[in-house]
């Protein structure tokens, strides 16, 4: 079985396979969209097929919809003439569920696929139409939060993009630049009101996707080269309107056991391919089966009806709780643990680690006892119903591929967020006491002994990249394990450091505590082991 148009027209040997196929006409939905096109989504990678792209696949198979997506890739456009079009724009979504069983589904809500390549007069001349239509109610985004940045670390604007504010839009040739291209064409060919819509999984991203927007509006304003009105266009919400949202579900690279089982139900498309910018795609998405979107509800030219799919429209006040809720309690805490702790207890999947029952009481205690008391509620999901499902459903689940090594990379800028925000709480609340932390703190120790690089049967191993590593290796290069040394004068310059905690760790009354667990844990072999269940037992 391939993924072709002409081959799903067998519909009996599909679904002997097990495989769901879309429950619409593709032809009558591709001649719909090219009329009246209404979602343009900028970012071909998985996350998009796996959860974009099956949201409006199902508002298709139900009869809410009749137009689909057109996808639009920017940065790597040989997933479009590789991975997109070679399979009639269609692709195989696996959901790996919790319970060892999987769900596979072909999804076919893509009308067409084109590079955002301005050498490619046929696509770019496609998506200038697209930019035209009065229909267009929203492009979305899954680009990754680097896709927004424009500068470079000094805070200069990149050379690229310094060029493009020169050239106007007529020649832009960055991703942001051609993307304010596209939107000026818009402004000039009727001014339609459009939602540019961020999914990328980062805090207050409509702001980043504006400020790189209005960036180039502003530039192109002074020197000339944009038509009069149109910074006010953008900078109107009524007219241009960059909702903030909240997204979260875990697509991991497809994996190998997936393509085993694809190939035994007689599904030959799974050889994954590697473009020349390294990106690996396949024709297969494998993905996890829980999965959140929460968008704020500003779209001046209407929207689809994806609140039929599960989508939850809101306010931004309340996009941001959820953001919170996830990002400093209920996930992202609970999956930095794991992944400093699993790399010191030699694990590789973060699934095996929730079979480690120090490990599970460790995150329990994290999230229930010392992150719920001071949790965002955002009212539209409760806190701990979403930590139930993370430690009992989505991190066991034996499908999921993701590794604690990956996880652990760039801690450091992480730390201030996952866990400084909970401190910060703690701290401003007088009803609770900061010292009655325990296992937070437990963290930062293990983090700190993590980044020696040797595991707790004394074993090197490599640290993930961090851009900081350099930086605390040299702190701490004089620190043994098993060998004795002045904890204190060691950690205190780390220990200190609210940048990366998002505390000064004594200042909060949690340094000392936190030299005394790094003292526990470099003891010697197996003092890892050791001190977790001296701590966990007294819990």
Known sequence: MHLLDSELKDREQWEKAGIRLPGFDRDAMKEATKECPRWVHFGAGNIFRAFPAALQQKLLDEGVEKTGIIVAEGYDYEIIKKAYRPQDDLSLLVTLKANGTIEKTVIGSLAESLAVDRQDEADWNRLKDIFASSTLQMASFTITEKGYGITSPDGSYRQDVAGDFEAGPDMADSYIGKLVSLCHWRYTHGAAPLALVSMDNCSHNGDKLFAAVDAYAKAWTENGKAVRGFLEYIEDPARVSFPWSMIDKITPRPDDSVKEMLEAAGFTDTESIVTSRNTYVAPFVNAEEAEYLVIEDAFPNGRPALEQAGVMFTTR???????????????????????????????????????????????????????????????????????????????????????????????????????????????????????????????????????????????????????????????????????????????????????????????????????????????????????????LQEA
């Open 317 to 535: 006040d309340t996009v941001e709780k959820v953001e919170r809720m996830k990002v400093c309690t209920c996930l992202n805490p609970l999956h930095t643990t794991l992944a400093v702790y699993g790399c010191l207890l030699g694990y590789t999947k973060i699934s095996e680690e929730m079979k480690d029952g120090d490990l599970v009481k460790l995150v329990e205690l994290i999230g229930y006892r010392e992150g719920l008391p001071v949790v965002t509620d955002p009212g539209i999901l409760s806190p701990r119903k979403f930590i139930d499902e993370v430690l009992k459903i989505r991190v066991p689940n034996p499908f999921m591929p993701d590794t604690p090594q990956r996880i652990a990379c760039d801690t450091s800028q992480k730390l201030s967020i996952r866990f400084g925000e909970t401190i910060k709480e703690y701290l401003a609340r007088p009803e609770l006491d900061v010292r009655s932390l325990k296992f937070i703190p437990m963290v930062q120790a293990g983090w700190c002994r993590y980044l020696l690089g040797v595991d707790d049967e004394g074993n090197s191993f490599t640290v993930s990249p961090d851009p900081m590593y350099g930086e605390l290796a040299e702190k701490l290069k004089g620190v043994k394990v098993g060998e004795p040394c002045d904890v204190h004068a060691v950690l205190q310059p780390i220990l200190s450091n609210a940048a990366i905690f998002g505390v000064d760790l004594y200042e909060a009354g949690l340094g000392g505590y936190t030299e005394d667990i790094f003292a526990e844990l470099i003891a010697g072999k197996g003092a890892v082991r050791k001190a977790l269940r001296k701590h």
